[in-house]
């Protein structure tokens, strides 16, 4: 997954990176193919180089050690509204096959769970160049429709950001404990690579609608030795990989 995440950054870009999992796949794409991305953080830090050791939360002093700039809250997220941002790191409770985030509340057997909200992913959601969600895979993730729209995907198909008054962005892929799933011109998600180990199957089974399989469905590239390098040498104790 980190190593998926990481290859969704291009060199020079702007992303948002967030914490766990996509704060190492900024550490790998630094040090393999995009060594002149800049990494925002949502208290503030923006940084051209990754934080000197690993950190826990997005103010721990090492993130601000050495960081770009050091601004406000308002600082980073107006980067978004002037359209600067390219790529956005989320996570959510539930993501549904037109790419809609759930992290407000879900309903289980034993009622109604609240959940932190938003943050800042649906100021993310709604106006960077594009976003990826990462996200355990099963049913219960994955429902058809999410049980509340925390942060917007497609809405409900194509068309329905430019309709709602979205100036751009929208989901680029969600990627699981499984597979990667993209979306296509008509705003749903289509299977397009199964991690190694995985059948198409349990992927399909696991997924709260029919999820379609794209005509050259492929396994997804295992990482390579200088991803593994640079996860194992940044999260040497396994802290948020394995």
Not at 30 to 42: C, D, S, V, Y
Not at 59 to 87: E, F, K, W, Y
Not at 107 to 112: D, E, S
Request: aromatic share 6%; proline share 6%; charged share 20%.
């Amino acid at each position: 997954m980190v190593a998926c995440a990481a290859r969704e950054i291009r060199d020079g870009e702007v992303v948002f990176v967030g914490m766990r999992l996509p704060l190492i796949a900024f550490v790998v794409a630094k040090r393999t193919h995009a060594p002149n991305a800049i990494g925002l953080f949502e208290n503030g830090v923006i940084r051209s180089t990754p934080a000197p050791e690993l950190i826990y939360t997005m103010a721990d002093p090492p993130n601000i050690l050495g960081a770009t700039q050091c601004l406000d809250m308002l600082g980073v997220m107006s980067l978004l509204q002037s359209g600067r941002v390219h790529l956005g790191f989320l996570g959510a409770a539930e993501v549904d096959r037109f790419g809609n985030l759930n992290s407000t509340e879900v309903r289980g057997p034993k009622g109604l769970t609240r959940l932190p909200g938003s943050g800042g992913a649906c100021d993310i959601a709604s106006l960077a160049q594009r976003f990826v969600v990462l996200l355990e895979h099963s049913k219960q993730r994955l429902p058809e429709r999410v049980s509340y729209v925390t942060s917007p995907g497609n809405g409900d198909g194509s068309g329905w950001r430019q309709r709602v008054g979205l100036p751009r962005g929208g989901p680029a892929a969600a990627i699981t404990t499984k597979a990667v799933l993209r979306f296509g011109k008509d705003g749903e998600a289509y299977l397009s690579s199964v991690h190694l180990g995985i059948e198409v199957d349990d992927v399909l089974s696991n997924t709260g609608w029919k999820l379609r399989v794209a005509d050259k469905l492929v396994q997804t590239p295992e990482p390579s030795a200088d991803e593994l390098r640079a996860i194992r040498e940044y999260d040497k104790e396994g802290f948020w990989t394995t």
